[in-house]
T-cell receptor, first 113, second 113 residues
Framework: DAGVTQSPTHLIKTRGQQVTLRCSPK?????VSWYQQALGQGPQFIFQYYEEEERQRGNFPDRFSGHQFPNYSSELNVNALLLGDSALYLC????????????FGPGTRLTVL | AQSVTQPDIHITVSEGASLELRCNYSYGATPYLFWYVQSPGQGLQLLLKYFSGDTLVQGIKGFEAEFKRSQSSFNLRKPSVHWSDAAEYFC???????????FGKGTRLHILP
């Protein structure tokens, strides 16, 4: 049973560029949440997608956007990258809307130069 | 506002010694509480969770945690640590009907041989 997968593993971008990160949820899960983990910090909630809609959003600017596809996979897009966007981006999947056990992927390490 | 405090940034224990990692939370409603572990370069693995019922919960890898409502605490314990337990540990809080999980800043556990 495949767990949560994320791609790419690592990514290097320069300021002002745009980036797209991808996530495939655990088999049977229909909800995807995205978190940003800066170095030395705990993960911070960006947003959650369920039924292809953004259900809740954390304290992140509109430069951060997402999408969920009919197969429940998800993308996180970040526009106009800033140095401060450098972080580990974690995807978590769960079953149904609301707080159920979330299973995390290994993350995508984004470095903005 | 919801928050999680892990007062110890680093903890060092000898292999075979007992362990307690502290966690205090601030949450208006009845909380859902979690402990996650993160090894270097890895995603988050759920150790245990508390939703309701028995306030002493057992998790994987021999860990347990006790929910104390009066102290707003959810401390993680293990009677005898192994070198493989060296990792970063995150306490987190959420609630029914709320999609996000709020994480603490983490405690880095070091094991002495």
């Amino acid at each position: 049973d495949a767990g949560v997968t994320q791609s790419p593993t690592h990514l290097i971008k320069t300021r002002g560029q745009q980036v797209t990160l991808r996530c495939s949820p655990k088999s049977g899960h229909d909800t995807v949440s995205w978190y940003q983990q800066a170095l030395g910090q705990g993960p911070q909630f960006i947003f959650q997608y369920y039924e292809e809609e953004e259900r809740q959003r954390g304290n992140f600017p509109d430069r951060f956007s997402g999408h969920q596809f009919p197969n429940y996979s998800s993308e996180l897009n970040v526009n106009a990258l800033l140095l401060g966007d450098s972080a580990l981006y974690l995807c978590a999947s769960s079953l149904s809307r609301g707080l159920n056990e979330q299973f995390f992927g290994p993350g995508t390490r984004l470095t903005v130069l | 506002a919801q928050s999680v405090t892990q007062p110890d940034i680093h903890i060092t224990v000898s292999e075979g010694a007992s362990l307690e990692l502290r966690c205090n939370y601030s949450y208006g409603a009845t909380p859902y509480l979690f402990w996650y572990v993160q090894s270097p370069g890895q995603g988050l693995q759920l150790l245990l969770k508390y939703f309701s019922g028995d306030t002493l919960v057992q998790g994987i890898k021999g860990f347990e945690a006790e929910f104390k409502r009066s102290q707003s605490s959810f401390n993680l314990r293990k009677p005898s640590v192994h070198w493989s337990d060296a990792a970063e540990y995150f306490c987190a809080v959420g609630a029914k009907g709320d999609d996000k999980i709020i994480f603490g800043k983490g405690t880095r556990l070091h094991i002495l041989p």
